[in-house]
């Protein structure tokens, strides 16, 4: 049997698939299989990936499910020790993922593993280097933006980046799959905040490289991005936070989202970013149900998981927003 199930969730990305698919072709480590889950594309990648990969284990889902319910169709029926994921506009180097069944072997207490993901169009420039999350309750991409020699030690981190990370099947099993009600963005962080709190350590391994052509399918600050990361954002605080880091967080939390409005109105988006608090605040109930359910399991101390987040950097943040436009 296979070490590792690879899975790609792909929607209308026959352009990107020819590249990432050679990756894992490339690959040093051997012990994998392929899944690619298609979200109801209309643009042949179905067939491109049966004709050129017929290795690959494909399925077709119908309609758009979303990031989260078509990684979770796959993670289902999978029966390897280790699931990877990858973004389809993301290329591997060619030891990517022996870099990170290497990690999870030499730490058990590992979880899951956090890959170096680097600009495809600037390769010098990091994307980011594992998921991050604040005092304020906010996610972000850590070390984006930063040349390729920095971040580059192993280090225990807060989450991955499910566009390119390694996690242990049994975790999965334990703590549950991604919560399909996110559709996108966010899901991953629900995950390893998830993880984290149920005692599941995630490893930042910067040997693992992909090259990441980002925003393919999601642009940067469109509507849909806008959208659900804002409306998913106040869901994994709600659902992960402990109430005692509540208290420590709530006025940061706050603040961001009164200066992330204003920062939208002159962006233009204003209305999509109050549709996503609206929206937030109608699933609040359901919300509060699944944190119950959280907070149950959760086993390590407070004090464990605020050492986890970064200080709530809002200038910066601003500043680097600001740049990208």
């Not at 979770?72 to 993922?97: C, F, G, H, K, M």
């Not at 600050?221 to 208290?247: A, C, K």
Request: charged share 20%; aromatic share 12%; proline share 3%.
């Amino acid at each position: 049997m296979n070490t590792v199930s690879v899975i790609i969730v792909n929607w209308n990305g026959l352009t990107f698939l020819p590249e990432c698919m050679d990756g894992l072709r490339r690959q040093v480590f051997r012990s994998f299989s392929v899944i690619l889950v298609d979200n109801g594309s209309h643009d042949g990648s179905v067939d491109f990936v049966k004709k050129n990969h017929p290795d690959v284990q494909v399925i077709a889902l119908n309609t758009n499910a979303g990031f989260a319910a078509a990684n979770n169709a796959a993670l289902r029926a999978i029966e390897t020790p280790y699931a990877a994921l990858l973004n389809n506009d993301a290329v591997p180097d060619s030891q990517w993922l022996q870099h990170l069944v290497d990690a999870l072997a030499t730490h058990p207490e590992a979880g899951f593993a956090a890959s170096k993901m680097l600009f495809y169009d600037n390769p010098n420039i990091i994307d980011r280097a594992g998921d991050a999350y604040t005092t304020a309750g906010v996610g972000f991409l850590r070390g984006s933006g930063n040349p390729i020699d920095k971040f580059d030690k192993e280090e225990w981190v807060f989450g991955a980046s499910a566009g390119a990370a390694l996690y242990r099947t049994a975790m999965l099993q334990n703590i549950g799959l991604f919560d399909e009600e996110f559709f996108l963005l966010y899901e991953d962080v629900d995950l390893s905040f998830r993880a984290q709190l149920k005692g599941y350590k995630c490893l930042y391994v910067p040997e693992a490289i992909v090259y990441h052509k980002g925003s393919s399918s999601i642009v940067h600050d469109s509507p849909t991005s806008v959208y659900y990361g804002h409306r998913n954002l106040e869901w994994v605080y709600i659902q992960n936070m402990p109430f005692r880091l509540i208290i420590k967080s709530i006025i940061p939390h706050l603040i961001y989202d009164f200066v992330a409005f204003v920062y939208f109105v002159i962006r233009g988006r204003g209305i999509d970013f109050v549709r996503a608090k609206r929206d937030a605040l109608i699933g609040l109930r359901q919300a509060l149900h699944k944190r119950r359910e959280v907070q149950k399991s959760k086993i390590v101390d407070d004090a464990y998981i605020w050492g986890l987040f970064d200080k709530e950097k809002l200038y910066s943040r601003l500043s680097r927003r600001l740049e990208k436009n």
